[in-house]
């Protein structure tokens, strides 16, 4: 039952089976996968009312949003992974969908980080870097949210 089968699965299918080798599969991954997304929606929605009442006043737009959009990399990337599951069940192996599932889920990582950097000081420097242009309305100074990533209150709105 368990061998190498190409593109990230272990499962056999037997050919007389196919229906069953492609559910064993997705029993085995896709649901615990969802899960476990559903997992980290409900607690990112869970810390932002905390956030709210903590602080009784409402959340930066930008906090928000990169909050959200943790979770919408993981249910984009590995999307491609449920849809080839599914689509294997009724159809042969996909060529198309076995490459989108390897690409996205390997940049997974890549996604997280342009959205964990990409803050108004790394846009600023990178401004500088590469196009020769200082922006002084988002100049690197001490006073204009430099530990952006470590003070929470930066991300509150007064």
Do not use: H
């Not at 196919?18 to 896709?30: A, D, Q, S, T, V």
């Amino acid at each position: 039952m368990y061998s190498y089968t190409g593109c990230w699965c272990w499962i056999v299918i037997d050919p007389t089976a196919k229906f069953w080798g492609n559910m064993i599969r997705i029993l085995e991954f896709e649901v615990f996968l969802w899960f476990a997304l559903g997992f980290n929606f409900y607690w990112y929605i869970r810390c932002i009312g905390f956030l709210k009442r903590l602080y009784k006043k409402e959340v930066s737009k930008s906090l928000l949003i990169r909050l959200f959009s943790y979770p919408m990399v993981l249910v984009f990337c590995w999307s491609w992974t449920t849809i080839n599951r599914i689509y294997n069940i009724f159809a042969e192996n996909s060529t198309t969908l076995n490459v989108l599932q390897i690409v996205f889920v390997s940049f997974e990582g890549l996604f997280n980080a342009i959205i964990y950097g990409f803050n108004k000081n790394v846009r600023s420097c990178l401004k500088e870097k590469f196009l020769g242009k200082k922006d002084l309305s988002e100049s690197l100074d001490p006073n204009n949210n430099i530990n952006e990533e470590i003070e929470l209150s930066e991300y509150i709105n007064d």
